[in-house]
């Protein structure tokens, strides 16, 4: 069971999923965010915004960005902050993931943010929640990061403008694992995007169609031949333990981004990163303290991203 993202005249009530959200939505949380992006960086004039409401960091998964983005989205807007953590709550004694959500519901959250390792986790917990108790999905299992795929669509269109049309954009690494890969797949089909490459090992590849009009390569420097951007993805160190990595040296020397493959791409090519990420691994230090790294502003971009999707759902 899910919960409608969207009410009958349209407007957001949670933010699940980028899937299916029209052009126009993604268009206008973007334009939204980038109008916050000062405020997102300290600044007091939108403090009043949320004054009087509650918002909950519930995070059943480690995180760094997306938690404190949030945070700091949350209060930089005037919300009372709520940040739980599951490592000291009566979770550990095994308290059911509903049973804290209507607990904090009752004290009076109006808005949780939600990190769970389960796919549909988060679905379920909004179609649960009380009229007018707001859900951000801040990552469900492999299958969405909805705020990670709009601040990577919002540092896309900082470098190459709104017009994604002409962009060639590559995404890198274990797509079959990415809840980010998904996110971004949604969001670059919905903003138009001229063509998207998909590149990895075969195992680490989706085999259940979300790659449908993807030009799918299992060849790194084709994947870079000329494009625009390359999004590299983390590699789950745990998939050596399932067998699906040989070793992280083979891993780096077939799929690592090192400068000289980077110089395939177009010169003025922008890499992006979610973050964390595996130096030496997926990406090298060259690459990813270079001057084409976008990494620092992907994790800017979160503030703004994650105040436009609060003010949306709460102002
Ligand atoms: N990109 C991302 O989701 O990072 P965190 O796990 O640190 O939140």
């Not at 919960?3 to 349209?10: K, N, P, V």
């Not at 089909?189 to 009009?213: M, N, T």
């Not at 994947?223 to 390359?230: H, K, P």
């Not at 922008?270 to 030496?280: C, E, K, L, S, Y």
């Amino acid at each position: 069971m899910t919960a409608a993202q969207t009410d009958a005249a349209g407007r957001l009530r949670h933010l699940l999923t980028l899937d299916g959200l029209p052009r126009a939505a993604l268009d206008a949380l973007l334009d939204r965010a980038q109008a916050l992006a000062a405020d997102a960086r300290g600044g007091t004039a939108r403090r009043h915004v949320l004054a009087g409401k509650a918002v909950c960091t519930l995070f059943f998964e480690p995180s760094t960005r997306t938690r404190s983005s949030f945070a700091l989205a949350a209060q930089r807007l005037g919300a009372d902050l709520l940040a739980f953590d599951a490592s000291t709550a009566s979770t550990t004694k095994g308290e059911a993931d509903l049973d804290t959500l209507k607990t904090l519901e009752a004290m009076g959250v109006h808005a949780f943010v939600v990190r769970h390792k389960r796919d549909g986790a988060v679905a379920e917990l909004a179609a649960a929640a009380a009229p007018g108790t707001a859900l951000v999905n801040a990552g469900d299992g492999r299958s969405n990061h909805p705020t990670q795929g709009l601040l990577d669509m919002l540092t896309l269109r900082q470098a190459k403008g709104a017009d994604f049309a002409p962009l060639k954009v590559a995404i890198v690494g274990d797509v079959r694992h990415s809840r980010v890969a998904r996110s971004d797949l949604h969001a670059l089909r919905a903003l138009g995007c001229g063509e998207i490459r998909v590149c990895g090992p075969a195992a680490l590849l989706p085999d259940d169609g979300i790659l449908g009009g993807c030009t799918v390569t299992h060849d790194l420097d084709a994947a870079l031949e000329g494009v625009d951007a390359v999004m590299m993805l983390r590699l789950q160190r745990e998939r050596m333990a399932e067998g699906l990595v040989d070793s992280l040296e083979d891993y780096h020397r077939d799929y690592g981004l090192t400068a000289a493959r980077l110089r395939r791409a177009a010169p003025d090519a922008i890499v992006m990163h979610p973050g964390p990420m595996n130096r030496g691994v997926e990406i090298s230090d060259a690459v990813a303290d270079g001057p084409q790294s976008r990494v620092l502003a992907q994790v800017a971009n979160g503030v703004a991203v994650r105040m436009a999707v609060l003010e949306a759902l709460l102002g």
